[in-house]
């Protein structure tokens, strides 16, 4: 007998499971990342790997299914709240005018879903974007410890929320892809 559960061991004998351990894209054999940034930095790009993995070979309707109703959640929505979550947190860390939402009004990014295929391409490339902007502007504050912003929020403290954000979905993404086909995380 393992310690390690037996279901973790062989994914090909789960077949609901991501991926075979092996071949998991957020799993690396290399040392940890070096210094803080480092280390958030990577936490951070797992869970958006993740989010995008909850995502992965689901069609525009599954992706937009509102899997426990009457949330009006869903994988889609979850990809564009994401993405206007990035474009806010670059207002708190600007002195100037904030950036307007990108779905409009209060919880569009989730009420305004549709299951087409444009849509989902839509959401992607923005989340891309937002993330790639946000990305840029926080590498201009490589000092964790600098305050930025009408918020005067730390460049450390915004990126643990951007942390928290995407592990907290990456949860609702669990559940909701479970509900979708069965697949569960890991």
């Known amino acids: 007998m393992t310690e390690q559960p037996a279901r973790w061991t062989h994914a090909t004998t789960y077949p609901d499971m991501w991926v075979d351990p092996d071949d998991d894209p957020r799993d690396n054999d290399g040392p940890d990342p070096e210094g803080e940034l480092a280390t958030l930095e990577d936490y951070l790009s797992g869970y958006r790997t993740t989010l995008r993995m909850k995502c992965d070979g689901l069609d525009p309707e599954q992706l937009a299914r509102r899997s426990v109703p009457p949330s ?8 564009r709240h994401l993405a206007e979550v990035e474009r806010d947190w670059r207002n708190w860390i600007t002195d100037g005018e904030p950036l307007p939402k990108l779905y409009g009004r209060r919880d569009a990014d989730f009420d305004d879903v549709v299951p087409e295929q444009a849509a989902v391409d839509a959401a992607f490339a923005d989340l891309a974007r937002e993330q790639a902007a946000t990305d840029a502007a926080l590498a201009a504050h490589p000092d964790l410890g600098e305050r930025l912003g009408r918020e005067n929020i730390s460049v450390r403290s915004l ?9 907290r979905h990456c949860g609702h993404a669990d559940l909701l892809r479970e509900c979708v086909d069965g697949r569960v995380g890991q």
Do not use: D, N
């Open 72 to 79: 009006t959640m869903s994988l889609l929505g979850l990809v």
């Open 159 to 167: 990126l643990v929320h951007r942390i928290e954000e995407y592990a």
